[in-house]
């Protein structure tokens, strides 16, 4: 199995930054990829930004420009640098560990969540 842990998270005020942490462990070899999601309250978990298996980044148009996502492959870790929040960017954020070929996504591992919250 796969075990995903989030750090990071907390209370911003708008125009400030958070760096979120993530790290998987288990068995590596159940994933090849790693991405940022989040959900608030009614609505569905949408990406935030991914790194694919073949090391290809894709961001949610929304944090474009004032996100930048890192994965570091041999310490199994996703980092997400969030600068310029805005109060829209309250939300839990969930790490997932997935296992991807041919662009598909065969199974994923999903952390506990961690909350942000930007003030106005």
């Known amino acids: 199995q796969v075990q995903v842990v989030e750090s990071g998270g907390g209370l911003v005020q708008a125009g400030g930054s958070l760096r979120l942490s993530c790290v998987a462990s288990?068995?590596?070899?159940?994933?090849?990829?790693m991405g940022w999601y989040r959900q608030t309250p009614g609505t569905q978990r949408r990406l935030v930004a991914t790194?694919?298996?073949?090391?290809?980044?894709i961001y949610e148009n929304d944090v474009k420009g004032r996100c930048t996502v890192s994965r570091d492959n041999d310490k199994n870790t996703l980092d997400l640098q969030m600068n310029s929040l805005k109060p829209d960017d309250t939300a839990v954020y969930y790490c997932?560990?997935?296992?991807?070929?041919?662009?598909?996504?065969?199974?994923?591992?999903w952390g506990q969540g961690i909350q942000v919250t930007v003030s106005s």
């Open positions: 790194v694919l298996s073949d090391g290809t980044i």
């Open positions: 288990g068995n590596i070899s159940m994933f090849n990829a």
């Open positions: 997932k560990a997935y296992y991807m070929r041919d662009y598909i996504v065969l199974s994923d591992y």
